[in-house]
């Protein structure tokens, strides 16, 4: 079983930064796992964000690539997310997710979310 807890949510302006954190825990090696990020709005589907492979590779939706970076710490088991220019409809839950597989259909984990909202 892995743990993940986001934490970094908040409310921001237009074109303001926030910087997401998951801290991963229990029976995990945290080096094996891709790590990922997904987003829920309001009356949305869950939406792919990111993720960062355990092989080093990342990957990132068109509507966030070159404004948003992911990253991960190993040693500490935690995973990042820093997001530049911040748009309204970037507002959403962002969740942590964790799988086995390199490039996940689905996810294995999930944390509880943290609320990012983007004022215009």
């Known amino acids: 079983q892995v743990q993940l807890l986001e934490s970094g949510g908040g409310l921001v302006q237009a074109g303001g930064s926030l910087r997401l954190s998951c801290a991963a825990s229990g029976r995990t090696t945290f080096g094996s796992y891709t790590m990922g990020w997904v987003r829920q709005a309001p009356g949305k589907e869950r939406e792919f964000v990111a993720r960062h492979s355990w092989d080093d590779k990342t990957a990132y939706a068109d509507s966030v690539k070159g404004r948003f970076t992911i990253s991960r710490d190993n040693a500490k088991n935690l995973l990042y997310l820093q997001m530049n220019s911040l748009k309204p409809e970037d507002t959403a839950v962002y969740h942590c997710?964790?799988?086995?597989?390199?490039?996940?259909?689905?996810?294995?984990?999930w944390g509880q979310g943290t609320q990012v909202t983007v004022s215009s």
């Open positions: 997710a964790a799988s086995m597989r390199r490039i996940p259909v689905q996810w294995d984990y």
